[in-house]
């Protein structure tokens, strides 16, 4: 097989997937933070508003922060080529837009370590804006999960800020 050129850091020399090696790479704090929105249809969303956002299921905000917190922690699990890694601090922001109908969940997650938490935020994220579907999908089939994206990271070779 010819060498491959490439940019992709989960690619060796001959194209093949790896894990990254980062034992070289010096332990520093690193922190991201990501994004995920529940979009509602407005007949949904007024049924959640009645109800003070609590189902059946439980207080939508508190599963949604406690799945995503389980997730969160186990992205190794999920991806790949993820490190393990320890997580030293994460945090959610769970708040419902009434203008938009929509649900806007913030996940920030930190470690100081040698390769970054950008997925561990996104996992969290994600899981938290799945859980909130899963708990209200009775409402609607029209709810959408979109704009799962990296807001920021800090720390490792270089920041990113959204």
Same mark, same amino acid.
């Not at 850091?9 to 690193?30: I, T």
């Not at 959408?144 to 990296?150: D, F, P, Q, S």
């Given at each position: 097989? #010819?060498?491959?050129?490439?940019?992709?850091?989960?690619?060796?020399?001959?194209?093949?997937?790896?894990?990254? =090696?980062?034992?070289? *790479?010096?332990?520093?704090?690193?922190? @991201?933070?990501?994004?995920?929105?529940?979009?509602?249809?407005?007949? @949904?969303?007024? #049924?959640? &508003? @009645?109800?003070?956002?609590?189902? *059946? *299921?439980?207080?939508?905000?508190?599963?949604?922060?406690?799945?995503?917190?389980?997730?969160?922690?186990?992205?190794?699990?999920?991806?790949?080529?993820?490190?393990?890694?320890?997580?030293?601090?994460?945090?959610?922001?769970?708040?419902? =837009?009434?203008?938009?109908?929509?649900?806007?969940?913030?996940?920030?997650? *930190?470690?100081?370590?040698?390769?970054?938490? &950008?997925? &561990?935020?996104?996992?969290?994220?994600?899981?938290?804006?799945?859980?909130?579907?899963?708990?209200?999908?009775?409402?609607?089939?029209?709810?959408?999960?979109?704009?799962?994206?990296?807001?920021?990271?800090?720390?490792?070779?270089?920041?990113?800020?959204?």
């Amino acid at each position: 097989m #010819e060498p491959v050129d490439h940019k992709l850091s989960h690619l060796d020399n001959e194209g093949q997937p790896r894990m990254v =090696d980062v034992s070289a *790479k010096p332990v520093s704090e690193r922190v @991201a933070t990501a994004e995920a929105v529940v979009l509602y249809p407005q007949s @949904a969303w007024a #049924e959640l &508003e @009645a109800t003070d956002f609590v189902t *059946k *299921k439980g207080a939508l905000r508190d599963v949604a922060i406690v799945a995503g917190t389980f997730s969160l922690k186990r992205t190794a699990d999920m991806i790949p080529f993820c490190h393990t890694i320890p997580i030293e601090g994460s945090s959610f922001s769970v708040v419902p =837009d009434s203008v938009q109908c929509r649900i806007v969940v913030q996940c920030t997650v *930190k470690t100081r370590g040698r390769t970054g938490v &950008e997925m &561990e935020a996104l996992v969290g994220a994600s899981t938290a804006a799945l859980t909130l579907y899963d708990m209200t999908k009775s409402l609607s089939h029209e709810i959408e999960i979109t704009g799962v994206r990296l807001l920021s990271k800090r720390g490792g070779k270089s920041d990113y800020q959204a």
